[in-house]
């Protein structure tokens, strides 16, 4: 066990795999072990091994250099979230939903998505880029939009980083689907599937999300048949440990999706099946 994690360990019983640790107490109390940083949501309160000592056990700063047997100046541990503070006017919103009303044929066509699903979603257009809204905890931050001719995706808003999509609605699921971006998420919702992701792309997944999925006792990440997904496979299997599987529709041909999966006129019964049998332990510890 790393230096932090056998502090926080003679308090709270530390569980989990992979990168990110957790203790049985407390939810929202998160351990990196790669940065050797924790982050206790709740009392919004993070940093290193010093910070836990100082912070939480409350030993003083000198008390804490010597039991790390550290001796250099006081190293700061400055933790700065993306930029998140941008305020999305409600009437850029409703502008790209209303507007979005007739110009639905990207959606409806390209992506495979009905009318009540581009409702539930408040797909949008913004006169040149189709707009999804990226929501967390109930306020709009931020917008990931796209386009056909050419093809093109970015961010209504640039530098705000990465941000959880759907993951408001997971908080009663048990099982989840992890998918490579919005677009697939949005798709296996369509069909009856709990599934949310990152809004910028697969592998991408905070520690801080991490404290926000209570209830879920499995998550199926199930990305791309390429190599970009193969990779974010890995990377987010090495995060999440024994709590997550795999699959990245080996099989299929190249680039497959989830979108390609039901547009093929598969069902849910039959996506549940293929993960059920498909999706595999990516990194065992």
Request: glycine content about 8%; aromatic content about 14%.
């Amino acid at each position: 066990m790393t230096e932090l994690a056998s502090l926080v360990g003679e308090d709270y019983t530390v569980i989990g795999h992979g990168r990110y640790l957790r203790t049985a107490e407390h939810d929202s109390l998160i351990i990196d072990i790669h940065r050797q940083v924790f982050y206790w949501n709740s009392k919004n309160i993070s940093g290193d091994a010093l910070d836990w000592l100082v912070k939480v056990k409350g030993v003083t700063f000198a008390e804490a250099k010597r039991r790390l047997g550290r001796t250099a100046s006081r190293r700061l541990y400055i933790w700065k979230p993306a930029i998140r503070d941008i305020v999305i006017s409600k009437k850029l919103f409703d502008s790209f939903f209303e507007l979005g009303k007739y110009h639905r044929d990207y959606w409806l066509n390209e992506r495979g998505y009905t009318h009540s699903t581009i409702d539930k979603f408040s797909l949008g257009f913004s006169g040149e880029w189709y707009t999804i809204p990226i929501i967390v905890d109930g306020v709009l931050k931020n917008f990931q939009c796209r386009k056909t001719n050419p093809k093109g995706m970015r961010y209504w808003y640039q530098g705000v980083g990465a941000l959880p999509f759907n993951m408001d609605a997971m908080k009663f699921a048990k099982i989840m689907v992890l998918t490579e971006g919005p677009v697939d998420a949005i798709m296996c919702v369509q069909n009856g599937i709990p599934a949310m992701s990152s809004s910028v792309g697969a592998g991408h997944f905070s520690p801080m999300w991490v404290s926000r999925l209570h209830n879920i006792e499995r998550i199926y990440a199930v990305y791309d048949n390429d190599e970009a997904g193969r990779n974010a496979l890995e990377r987010i299997a090495e995060m999440l440990g024994f709590w997550i599987r795999g699959y990245s529709f080996s099989g299929f041909a190249d680039g497959y999706d989830i979108t390609d999966f039901f547009r093929d006129g598969n069902t849910a019964d039959d996506f549940r099946k293929l993960i059920g049998s498909e999706c595999k332990v990516i990194i065992n510890e």
